[in-house]
């Protein structure tokens, strides 16, 4: 009987420092404290805050990028990956690539996952939140009165409204959505979105969506990201003549 209960256990063996690390930063991107597209701290800093060596520290960030957690952009910026992040060989992004008609199915996985974004951001933004948010609807009225396109505003109204909705799954989604759609999207902003009257009207949309937001109104956010949706969406099916 000892016997068969000794089998039970196997030696504790001390972790390496390198492991140590791996799971701290995976932590923290899974948990959502790092978020998708976050630049992590400079090695030299970064190795000071988790007072180890930047050899343990390098082993670890090539571990976490080999994980797809991480990866290594232009000028050694090491960014945090959404975790539904796949190869440019994966099934998804050959199918979102093959044609036309298949980004626009893409597209519409997204016109539904952001009604339950705005909704959540109703009920879940923080004050501080909804004052960025209020800050970028500037931003995008300062574009238009310069006749600038606005498409960084426009990106990160709606990213602000994933990460409003305190679920780290969404905020991972719909990264991933528009790493599949980046190329449609600056063709976008690039022709359909050029003319003024139109950014004119993407920007009355987006202050109808935060004022729902603001209101604390989940069905009319729904509501008012719907008719955004839509309009974008026609105009992209115009674009692709579809």
């Keep these: 009987m000892n016997f068969e209960m000794n089998n039970l256990y196997s030696p504790i063996k001390p972790r390496k420092i390198s492991d ?25 800093t970064l190795a000071k805050s988790l007072n180890v060596s930047r050899v343990s520290l390098r082993e670890a960030l090539n ?33 979102a690539k093959s044609s036309p008609a298949n980004i626009m199915k893409i597209f519409e996985i997204r016109k539904y996952l952001e009604l339950g974004i705005v909704a959540m951001a ?13 800050k970028l609807l500037e931003e995008m009225e300062e574009d238009l009165r310069k006749n600038r396109l606005g498409a960084k505003a426009d990106h990160e109204f709606h990213t602000t409204l994933a990460e409003a909705s305190h679920n780290e799954a969404y905020i991972h989604l719909v990264k991933t959505i528009y790493d599949l759609l980046q190329e449609e999207l600056r063709i976008a ?11 004119k009207k993407l920007l009355e949309q987006h202050k109808n969506i935060l004022d729902a937001v603001k209101a604390r109104d989940p069905e009319r956010g729904r509501e008012m990201a719907l008719a955004h949706l839509r309009y974008v969406e026609e105009k992209w099916r115009a674009a692709l003549s579809l």
Excluded: Y
Excluded at 127 to 134: G, N, R
């Design 20 to 44: 140590e690390i791996v799971e701290q930063i995976k932590s923290l991107i899974l948990s959502g404290n790092l978020k998708p597209g976050e630049s992590l701290p400079p090695e030299r």
């Design 63 to 95: 571990t976490l990028q080999g994980m797809g957690l991480l990866e290594i952009q232009q000028g050694n910026r090491t960014c945090v990956r959404p975790i539904t992040t796949r190869s440019i060989h994966d099934p998804l992004v050959s199918f």
């Design 122 to 134: 109703a009920q879940r933004a923080t004050k501080e939140q909804i004052v960025f948010l209020e």
């Design 189 to 199: 902003w690039g022709g359909i979105f050029r003319k003024k009257n139109t950014r």
